[in-house]
C-alpha cells in the first residue's frame, strides 16, 4: 500500500497553492460558453408558426371578448369593442356578473379545474411539473371561460388568458414533434410570449416576461425561438389588431435630480400596495376555502361583488384599457381616481380570490395607475400622466417580480422614452420593497399552494464552471495490482489497521488504474475463496470502472456518478491514462458547500490604518 493524504481529509479549494504552483498550459477541449447544437434552427422555424398561431389566439380572445360584451350588455351579436360603462340596463346591470361567473364555474367543474385563475400561474405550473403539456380541451376552454368571465364584466385583463392560450397553442404544437421536455416548454413560452406582443404591440416585454417568469433558464436554446416568435406576432398585429403604441405618449421632459428620489418614493409606495394587493387576493381565496360550497360556486359571490361593485363604479368592470389611455394622458379627477381606484381593487380582490377566470396585468397597470396619478396631483414636477406610468410600471414590477419586463413593457406601451430613467428607478424600487416584505409573489403564491415551490433566481451552476482537477484529492491511498489476494484480505479485516476508505484505486508499477478493490469485495473473496497465488490485479483488472478525467467538468463526472451509481471515481491524467486523483461524493458536496460560504460568510478585506505622531518633545 501507498501511503499519502487521505481523501476524506483532502480540503477543497477554487484556488489553491498546489494549483497555482503548476505552469501554465492551455487546456484545448470541446467546451463552448453555450450547450446549443443545430436543434436550434428546428425550434427557430417551429417558432415562426407558433408565433403565427400566438397573434391569431390573441385575436380570437379578444374578439371574443366583445363578443360576449355585446350580447351580455346590449343584446346583439357583434365583434364591434364597446364600453361596459355606456350600457342602460340600470339594477339590472348587477346581475350579469353573476351570470357569467356561474358559467364560468360550471365549465370549470364539468370541464376542466385548470380553467381557473389568471392563467400564469397555470403556465408556470405546466412547465414545472407538467412536462409542458396542455390538455387540448384546456386550449379551447381556457380562452372561452375568460371572455365570458371578462366579457359580463369581470375586473380582468385579457393578458393572462391570452398567454395561456398563446402557451397551450405553442404546447400542442410541440406535441406534434418529436421534442424533448426542455423544448417543448421553449414553444410553450414562446406561444405565451407572442400572445403578450401581439396583444400589445410590446415583442421585447414579451422576451423579458419569458425570461423573468416562464423560462426558469437563460439559454440560446429557448431565448431565441421565444424572440421569434415574439417578433412575428408583433408583425401579425397590425393586420389583424391594429399599429402603433397602444396608448401613446408625448416624450415626457426629464425629472429633475429630485424627481428621481420622488420616483424612488412611488416605487416604493407600489411595492407597499403589491403586498397590499397580493394579501387582500389570497385572504379572499381563504374566505372562499372556509365556506360550506362547492368551488363551483364560489365564482358566482365573486360575480355579486363584481355587481355590486359595477353599481359603485362601472369604469371598475372589464378590461379597462379606457381607464389606462385616460389615466396617462391626465384626463380623470381626483375623485374619480380614488374611486377606481378602491372599488377596482376590492371588486378585483374577491373575483380573483374566488376563482374566476381572467388575468392580472391590466387591473395592476389601471390600480397601479391611479396611484401614481394621486401621487402626481400633489408632487410639484411631472405630468399627471408621467406618474401614472411610473406608478403601472412600478405596480407591475413589484407585484409580478418582473422589473425589467415593466420598463420596457411602460416604454413599448407608450413609446415615451423620456420615462425611461424614472420607470427603472420606480420599478427597482418596487422590486425590492416586495421581495424584502413578500415570500413570494401573486404568480408563485397559488403555484406553492399546489404544493410546489418556484425559485425565481437565476445562478451558474458551480459545477459547470469548474473542472475534476480543483476538487480531486491527491495523491490518494492506492493499493499495488502485485498485492497477493490473501494480503488484501488481511488488509480489509485488519483491526488495528485505521480504514480510510471504503474502497481503492489497484495501481500496476507504471502507476497507470487497473481496477478499484472495495471492503465488500474482500469479504466476497473471504466467504467464496480464492486460488492460491492469485494476485489483486487479477481479480479486478476485467472489472467495469467509472473514471474521470483531470480536465473535465464537475457536472459532467458527477453526470456519470449518478448514472453508474458509484461514489468514488479515481480521476486519470489525458495521454498518458495515469491516475492523478480521485474524487468521492464528499468532494461534490464541498463544490456547493464553497459556493454556500461565498454567500454567507463575511469580511472586510480593505482597512485603514491609523497612525499615531508622537508629541513633540517625547
Given amino acids: ?4 493524504a487521505s481523501l476524506d481529509s483532502a480540503p477543497f479549494a477554487i484556488a489553491s497553492n498546489r494549483v497555482a504552483a503548476q ?8 467546451l463552448r460558453d453555450f450547450t446549443a447544437d443545430r436543434r436550434l434552427l428546428l425550434l427557430a422555424a417551429l417558432a415562426l408558426v407558433v408565433g403565427t398561431g400566438g397573434a391569431v389566439a390573441a385575436w380570437a380572445l379578444l374578439h371574443l371578448i366583445w363578443l360576449a360584451t355585446d350580447i351580455a350588455y346590449y343584446g346583439h351579436v357583434s365583434f364591434a369593442p364597446v364600453s361596459i360603462v355606456g350600457n342602460h340596463l340600470g339594477w339590472y346591470a348587477a ?4 351570470a ?30 407538467g412536462r409542458s403539456k396542455i390538455q387540448p380541451k384546456v386550449a379551447i376552454l381556457k380562452p372561452l371561460s375568460s371572455a365570458i368571465s371578462i366579457g359580463t364584466g369581470g375586473p380582468f385583463g385579457a393578458e393572462g388568458p391570452i398567454i395561456m392560450t398563446g402557451g397551450a397553442f405553442g404546447s400542442l404544437f410541440g406535441q406534434l414533434f418529436r421534442l424533448s421536455n426542455a423544448e417543448r416548454k421553449t414553444m410553450l413560452v414562446a406561444g405565451a410570449a407572442a400572445g403578450m406582443a401581439a396583444t ?3 415583442p421585447v416585454a414579451g422576451m423579458l416576461l419569458a425570461v423573468e417568469l416562464l423560462l426558469f433558464e437563460w439559454k440560446p436554446r429557448s431565448f431565441v425561438p421565444v424572440a421569434i416568435a415574439a417578433v412575428v406576432a408583433a408583425a401579425w398585429r397590425p393586420v389583424l389588431l391594429s399599429g402603433g403604441a397602444l396608448f401613446p405618449m408625448a416624450t415626457s421632459a426629464l425629472l429633475p435630480s429630485f424627481g428621481l428620489l420622488l420616483a424612488a418614493l412611488l416605487g416604493i409606495l407600489a411595492g407597499l400596495a403589491s403586498g397590499l394587493l397580493t394579501q387582500m387576493v389570497y385572504a379572499c381565496e381563504d374566505l372562499f376555502q372556509r365556506l360550506p360550497l362547492h368551488w363551483m360556486w364560489w365564482p358566482v359571490l365573486g360575480g355579486v361583488a363584481i355587481g355590486l361593485g359595477g353599481l359603485i363604479d362601472p369604469h371598475a368592470l372589464g378590461v379597462g384599457y379606457d381607464n389606462i389611455g385616460a389615466l396617462l394622458q391626465g384626463h380623470l379627477i381626483v375623485k374619480a381616481v380614488l374611486l377606481l381606484l378602491v372599488v377596482k381593487a376590492v371588486i378585483w380582490s374577491i373575483a380573483l380570490g374566488s376563482g374566476t377566470s381572467g388575468g392580472v396585468l391590466a387591473p395592476l397597470l389601471i390600480m397601479g395607475g391611479a396611484l401614481g396619478a ?18 403601472m410600471a412600478a405596480m407591475m414590477g413589484g407585484t409580478m417580480r418582473s422589473p425589467l419586463t415593466a420598463i420596457v413593457f411602460a416604454i413599448e406601451l407608450t413609446h415615451n422614452l423620456g420615462a425611461l430613467l424614472p420607470l427603472t428607478v420606480a420599478c427597482v424600487a418596487a422590486h425590492g420593497t416586495t421581495v424584502l416584505l413578500l415570500r413570494r409573489s401573486i404568480l408563485t403564491e397559488k403555484v406553492a399552494r399546489r404544493g410546489h415551490h418556484v425559485l425565481r433566481e437565476y445562478i451558474v451552476d458551480p459545477f459547470e464552471t469548474m473542472r475534476v482537477g480543483e476538487i480531486m484529492a491527491k495523491p490518494v491511498d492506492t493499493l499495488t495490482a502485485d498485492m497477493s489476494v490473501g494480503d488484501a484480505v488481511a488488509f480489509f479485516s485488519a483491526p488495528d489497521v485505521p480504514q480510510r476508505h471504503k474502497s481503492y484505486p489497484v495501481i500496476d508499477d507504471n502507476g497507470r488504474l487497473v481496477g478499484m478493490a472495495a471492503r465488500a469485495d474482500a469479504l466476497r473473496w473471504t ?10 490485479g487479477d481479480l479486478v483488472a476485467d472489472q467495469y470502472l467509472a473514471v474521470g478525467y483531470e480536465d473535465e467538468l464537475v457536472g459532467r463526472l458527477a453526470d456519470r456518478m449518478a448514472a453508474d451509481d458509484v461514489s468514488r471515481v479515481p480521476i486519470l491524467r489525458r495521454g498518458d491514462n495515469k491516475m492523478v486523483g480521485l474524487v468521492a461524493r464528499r468532494d461534490l458536496l464541498r463544490v456547493r458547500a464553497s459556493v454556500a460560504r461565498q454567500e454567507r460568510d463575511r469580511e472586510v478585506l480593505l482597512r485603514f490604518r491609523t497612525s499615531t505622531v508622537p508629541a513633540a518633545g517625547k
Fill in 200 to 202: 400589445f404591440g410590446t
Fill in 374 to 391: 394621486l401621487f402626481g396631483g400633489v408632487m410639484p414636477v411631472g405630468a399627471p400622466g408621467l406618474w401614472a406610468l411610473i406608478g
Fill in 100 to 129: 357569467g361567473c356561474l358559467l364560468v364555474g360550471l365549465m370549470a367543474r364539468y370541464g376542466s379545474e385548470k380553467i381557473r385563475g389568471h392563467g400564469i400561474p397555470e403556465a408556470m405550473e405546466a412547465i414545472l411539473i
Fill in 95 to 98: 346581475l350579469i356578473p353573476v
Fill in 1 to 4: 500500500m501507498q501511503n499519502s
Fill in 23 to 30: 505552469p501554465h498550459r492551455p487546456v484545448v477541449d470541446g
Fill in 527 to 536: 466467504v467464496a475463496g480464492w486460488p492460491s497465488g492469485q494476485t489483486l
